[in-house]
């Protein structure tokens, strides 16, 4: 984290408060979480500087299957075929830009400037510390909005779901709270919908004012690419493979 500009030592110590760290330090036992490798917690983050942030997408918590988790929201290890969610990423990706992914490990987008960044770090019992890592989400999102405001880079927001899109820097509030942001921030793009799970991906929600993610007018792939285009960035490449 420090390595890569995230956060200062000072911000360290006022952040990651007694439970947290007993949380992380215990995260070698599969009761708390299925990263092996406690420094896989912070994977999002490896070799990744806030300036060089194109797109953030918000997940949830780690997958609960032991030899799935590594660290990037959404992401399979190697060698995983892609499930549930994922698969419908891909499917929403092949509608969007024509592009089939194969491979489910996410690491190639993390290396293209994709901040895949889950709401909770770490999971116990198959439930995510969602109350003790929100601080540092929300300190994590805020300095990258005002990383983005201030230098005037682009940057491309998907929320899926319900809880990504209740973090507090960019809960939504309704579609003129909605349309005052994006006018006093005209370099960044807020894509929402619902999750994307099979559970979710049918489901419009905040009264049907964010659309279902299999929603055919929803397009965060493409839309994307077209606003980083436009703001002079290059834009993403989604393949995996």
């Known amino acids: 984290l420090i390595t890569n500009q995230w ?27 299925t990263q092996e490798d406690k420094k896989i917690i912070f994977n999002a983050f490896d070799g990744l500087n806030p300036q060089d942030v ?9 997958y609960p299957a032991e030899n799935r988790a590594h660290g990037l929201a959404f992401s399979f290890k190697d060698g995983q075929p892609a499930q549930d969610s994922l698969k419908n990423i891909f499917s929403k990706l ?11 490990n996410l690491s190639e987008w993390k290396n293209r400037g994709v901040l895949l960044l889950n ?46 899109n209740n973090i507090e820097p960019l809960k939504y509030l309704g579609k003129i709270k909605e349309s005052e942001f994006h006018k006093t921030h005209p370099n960044i793009l807020i894509l929402r919908s619902s999750h994307p799970s099979n559970l ?16 055919e007018t929803y397009t965060p792939f493409k839309t994307c690419n077209e606003f980083l285009s436009k703001h002079n960035e290059l834009p993403i490449n989604w393949s995996t493979d």
């Open 7 to 33: 956060i200062t030592e000072t911000e360290i110590e006022q952040l990651f408060q007694p439970k947290l760290k007993s949380i992380i330090d215990e995260s070698e036992r599969p009761k708390y979480t």
């Open 54 to 62: 194109k797109v953030l997408i918000i997940g949830q918590d780690p």
């Open 94 to 104: 092949e509608s969007d830009l024509n592009i089939n992914n194969k491979t489910s």
């Open 119 to 164: 709401t909770s770090l770490t999971l116990k019992n198959k439930k995510g510390h969602f109350t003790q890592w929100k601080p540092f989400i929300n300190f994590v999102i805020q300095n990258l909005l005002q990383e983005k405001t201030k230098t005037n880079k682009p940057l491309v927001i998907m929320l899926w779901g319900n809880p990504a």
């Open 200 to 215: 979710g991906k049918r489901k419009s929600i905040f009264n049907n004012e964010v659309p279902a993610f299999i929603d």
